[in-house]
Protein backbone atom coordinates (compact mmCIF):
# COMPACT_ATOMS: atom_id res chain seq x y z
CA UNK A 1 0.00 0.00 0.00
CA UNK A 2 3.07 2.58 1.14
CA UNK A 3 4.25 1.92 -2.54
CA UNK A 4 0.47 2.24 -3.87
CA UNK A 5 -0.30 5.46 -2.53
CA UNK A 6 3.29 7.32 -3.04
CA UNK A 7 2.90 6.44 -7.11
CA UNK A 8 -0.57 7.41 -7.56
CA UNK A 9 -0.49 10.10 -4.96
CA UNK A 10 -3.48 9.09 -2.85
CA UNK A 11 -3.94 8.83 1.03
CA UNK A 12 -4.24 5.86 2.91
CA UNK A 13 -7.67 6.00 2.96
CA UNK A 14 -7.99 5.53 -0.40
CA UNK A 15 -5.22 3.06 -1.39
CA UNK A 16 -7.30 1.13 0.94
CA UNK A 17 -10.33 1.45 -0.35
CA UNK A 18 -8.32 0.58 -3.84
CA UNK A 19 -6.86 -2.44 -2.40
CA UNK A 20 -10.79 -3.41 -1.28
CA UNK A 21 -12.18 -2.55 -4.98
CA UNK A 22 -11.27 -5.75 -6.64
CA UNK A 23 -13.12 -7.68 -3.57
CA UNK A 24 -16.63 -6.24 -4.99
CA UNK A 25 -15.72 -7.68 -8.36
CA UNK A 26 -15.16 -11.21 -6.44
CA UNK A 27 -17.88 -10.63 -4.44
CA UNK A 28 -20.72 -10.04 -7.75
CA UNK A 29 -18.57 -12.66 -10.26
CA UNK A 30 -18.08 -15.73 -7.61
CA UNK A 31 -20.71 -17.28 -8.16
CA UNK A 32 -20.76 -17.25 -11.70
CA UNK A 33 -17.09 -17.74 -11.81
CA UNK A 34 -17.62 -21.05 -9.82
CA UNK A 35 -20.12 -22.21 -12.46
CA UNK A 36 -17.40 -21.70 -15.21
CA UNK A 37 -14.97 -23.32 -13.32
CA UNK A 38 -16.66 -26.84 -12.10
CA UNK A 39 -14.15 -29.07 -14.35
CA UNK A 40 -10.90 -27.60 -12.81
CA UNK A 41 -9.39 -29.42 -9.60
CA UNK A 42 -10.32 -27.41 -6.64
CA UNK A 43 -6.87 -28.06 -5.35
CA UNK A 44 -4.79 -26.42 -7.63
CA UNK A 45 -7.38 -23.35 -7.62
CA UNK A 46 -7.19 -22.64 -4.36
CA UNK A 47 -3.25 -23.06 -4.09
CA UNK A 48 -2.88 -20.83 -7.19
CA UNK A 49 -5.34 -18.51 -5.47
CA UNK A 50 -3.19 -18.54 -2.59
CA UNK A 51 0.01 -17.40 -4.23
CA UNK A 52 -1.93 -14.23 -4.69
CA UNK A 53 -3.32 -13.82 -1.33
CA UNK A 54 0.43 -13.86 0.02
CA UNK A 55 1.67 -11.12 -2.78
CA UNK A 56 -0.77 -8.87 -1.38
CA UNK A 57 0.38 -9.10 2.10
CA UNK A 58 3.64 -6.52 2.52
CA UNK A 59 2.57 -3.92 4.83
CA UNK A 60 4.38 -3.98 8.17
CA UNK A 61 7.27 -5.04 6.20
CA UNK A 62 9.17 -1.46 5.95
CA UNK A 63 7.82 -0.61 9.51
CA UNK A 64 10.00 -3.42 10.86
CA UNK A 65 12.81 -3.19 8.62
CA UNK A 66 12.93 -6.83 7.87
CA UNK A 67 15.98 -8.38 6.49
CA UNK A 68 15.78 -9.13 3.00
CA UNK A 69 12.77 -6.64 2.69
CA UNK A 70 9.00 -7.55 0.85
CA UNK A 71 11.16 -10.32 -0.96
CA UNK A 72 11.70 -12.20 2.24
CA UNK A 73 8.39 -11.55 4.28
CA UNK A 74 6.67 -12.85 0.67
CA UNK A 75 8.71 -16.28 0.75
CA UNK A 76 8.14 -16.75 4.37
CA UNK A 77 4.43 -16.54 4.14
CA UNK A 78 4.02 -17.77 0.82
CA UNK A 79 5.94 -21.00 2.35
CA UNK A 80 3.88 -20.89 5.27
CA UNK A 81 0.57 -20.55 3.63
CA UNK A 82 1.64 -23.66 1.31
CA UNK A 83 2.60 -26.02 3.93
CA UNK A 84 -0.90 -25.22 6.03
CA UNK A 85 -2.84 -25.55 2.82
CA UNK A 86 -1.30 -29.08 2.27
CA UNK A 87 -1.96 -29.99 6.18
CA UNK A 88 -5.75 -28.83 5.43
CA UNK A 89 -5.82 -30.93 2.83
CA UNK A 90 -4.81 -34.19 5.08
CA UNK A 91 -6.38 -33.33 8.33
CA UNK A 92 -9.70 -30.99 7.21
CA UNK A 93 -12.34 -33.93 6.94
CA UNK A 94 -11.09 -35.45 10.60
CA UNK A 95 -10.05 -32.21 12.04
CA UNK A 96 -11.86 -29.57 10.91
CA UNK A 97 -12.86 -27.56 14.23
CA UNK A 98 -9.38 -28.01 15.89
CA UNK A 99 -7.78 -26.76 12.58
CA UNK A 100 -9.73 -23.88 12.04
CA UNK A 101 -9.07 -22.94 16.01
CA UNK A 102 -5.48 -23.26 15.53
CA UNK A 103 -5.56 -20.72 12.13
CA UNK A 104 -7.04 -18.00 14.18
CA UNK A 105 -4.76 -18.68 17.32
CA UNK A 106 -1.82 -18.16 15.13
CA UNK A 107 -3.22 -14.86 13.43
CA UNK A 108 -3.25 -13.99 17.33
CA UNK A 109 0.18 -15.43 18.24
CA UNK A 110 1.74 -14.03 14.60
CA UNK A 111 0.41 -10.53 15.22
CA UNK A 112 1.62 -10.43 18.83
CA UNK A 113 4.67 -11.79 18.22
CA UNK A 114 5.32 -8.70 15.42
CA UNK A 115 3.79 -6.18 18.04
CA UNK A 116 6.34 -7.21 20.77
CA UNK A 117 9.49 -8.41 18.92
CA UNK A 118 8.91 -7.48 14.85
CA UNK A 119 12.58 -5.46 14.99
CA UNK A 120 14.24 -8.99 15.70
CA UNK A 121 15.41 -10.63 12.55
CA UNK A 122 15.10 -14.02 13.00
CA UNK A 123 11.96 -13.63 14.91
CA UNK A 124 10.00 -11.63 12.51
CA UNK A 125 10.65 -14.28 10.07
CA UNK A 126 9.18 -16.69 12.54
CA UNK A 127 6.49 -14.32 12.71
CA UNK A 128 5.86 -14.02 9.31
CA UNK A 129 5.96 -17.87 8.56
CA UNK A 130 3.38 -18.40 11.13
CA UNK A 131 1.35 -15.86 9.30
CA UNK A 132 1.36 -17.81 6.57
CA UNK A 133 0.18 -20.61 7.88
CA UNK A 134 -2.79 -19.31 9.65
CA UNK A 135 -4.25 -17.26 6.57
CA UNK A 136 -3.38 -20.19 4.09
CA UNK A 137 -5.95 -23.18 4.75
CA UNK A 138 -8.62 -20.46 6.11
CA UNK A 139 -10.72 -20.51 2.66
CA UNK A 140 -10.36 -23.84 2.23
CA UNK A 141 -11.45 -24.96 6.18
CA UNK A 142 -14.54 -21.88 5.91
CA UNK A 143 -15.91 -23.55 2.70
CA UNK A 144 -15.41 -27.06 4.07
CA UNK A 145 -18.19 -26.20 6.82
CA UNK A 146 -20.16 -24.50 4.45
CA UNK A 147 -20.20 -27.52 2.38
CA UNK A 148 -21.18 -29.92 5.31
CA UNK A 149 -24.36 -28.01 6.14
CA UNK A 150 -26.27 -28.44 2.49
CA UNK A 151 -26.75 -31.70 0.67
CA UNK A 152 -27.32 -30.36 -2.56
CA UNK A 153 -26.05 -27.18 -3.91
CA UNK A 154 -22.95 -27.49 -2.46
CA UNK A 155 -20.84 -25.41 -5.31
CA UNK A 156 -23.51 -22.30 -5.06
CA UNK A 157 -23.48 -22.45 -1.20
CA UNK A 158 -19.49 -22.05 -1.34
CA UNK A 159 -19.54 -19.49 -4.10
CA UNK A 160 -21.80 -17.26 -1.55
CA UNK A 161 -19.59 -17.98 1.04
CA UNK A 162 -16.69 -16.46 -1.22
CA UNK A 163 -18.95 -13.75 -1.80
CA UNK A 164 -19.27 -12.94 1.65
CA UNK A 165 -15.72 -13.16 2.34
CA UNK A 166 -14.49 -10.51 -0.22
CA UNK A 167 -17.12 -8.42 1.30
CA UNK A 168 -15.37 -8.79 4.44
CA UNK A 169 -11.80 -8.11 2.50
CA UNK A 170 -13.03 -4.85 1.11
CA UNK A 171 -14.14 -3.90 4.34
CA UNK A 172 -11.38 -4.47 6.24
CA UNK A 173 -8.85 -2.71 3.66
CA UNK A 174 -10.50 0.59 3.95
CA UNK A 175 -10.38 0.01 7.60
CA UNK A 176 -6.86 -0.16 7.29
CA UNK A 177 -6.71 2.85 5.12
CA UNK A 178 -8.14 4.60 8.12
CA UNK A 179 -5.86 3.20 10.57
CA UNK A 180 -2.88 4.01 8.25
CA UNK A 181 -3.46 7.25 7.78
CA UNK A 182 -4.20 7.72 11.68
CA UNK A 183 -1.72 5.58 13.15
CA UNK A 184 1.58 3.77 12.39
CA UNK A 185 1.19 0.48 10.28
CA UNK A 186 1.50 -1.78 13.83
CA UNK A 187 -1.56 -0.65 14.64
CA UNK A 188 -2.71 -3.66 11.73
CA UNK A 189 -1.32 -5.92 14.19
CA UNK A 190 -3.82 -4.51 17.06
CA UNK A 191 -6.67 -5.03 14.33
CA UNK A 192 -5.63 -8.52 13.17
CA UNK A 193 -6.05 -10.08 16.83
CA UNK A 194 -9.09 -7.88 17.47
CA UNK A 195 -10.63 -9.71 14.22
CA UNK A 196 -8.92 -13.28 15.20
CA UNK A 197 -9.81 -13.40 18.98
CA UNK A 198 -14.11 -13.76 17.85
CA UNK A 199 -13.46 -16.25 14.85
CA UNK A 200 -11.03 -18.31 17.62
CA UNK A 201 -13.98 -18.12 20.06
CA UNK A 202 -16.64 -19.34 17.84
CA UNK A 203 -14.76 -21.88 16.14
CA UNK A 204 -14.45 -23.56 19.65
CA UNK A 205 -18.14 -23.95 20.26
CA UNK A 206 -19.40 -24.02 17.18
CA UNK A 207 -19.68 -27.72 17.71
CA UNK A 208 -22.55 -28.27 15.02
CA UNK A 209 -20.80 -25.98 11.80
CA UNK A 210 -17.25 -27.14 12.45
CA UNK A 211 -17.68 -30.56 14.57
Known sequence: MPQINSDLNISELQGG????YYAIASAIFAIPLVSVTLKFNRKILI?????GFAASNTRLVDEIELLGGIESALLLFGSGSLISVLLAIKYTDKHLRLLTTAMFALVIISMLVLLLFGKKTIVAHVA???????FGPLVTLLQAAVSRQVES?????????SSAFNL???IATSAAGVLLGSYSPMSLTYFAIILA???????????????
Open 128 to 134: FFLWGIS
Open 47 to 51: LILLA
Open 17 to 20: NLVG
Open 168 to 170: SIM
Open 197 to 211: IPGMIISIFAKKALG
Open 153 to 161: GKDVATSVQ
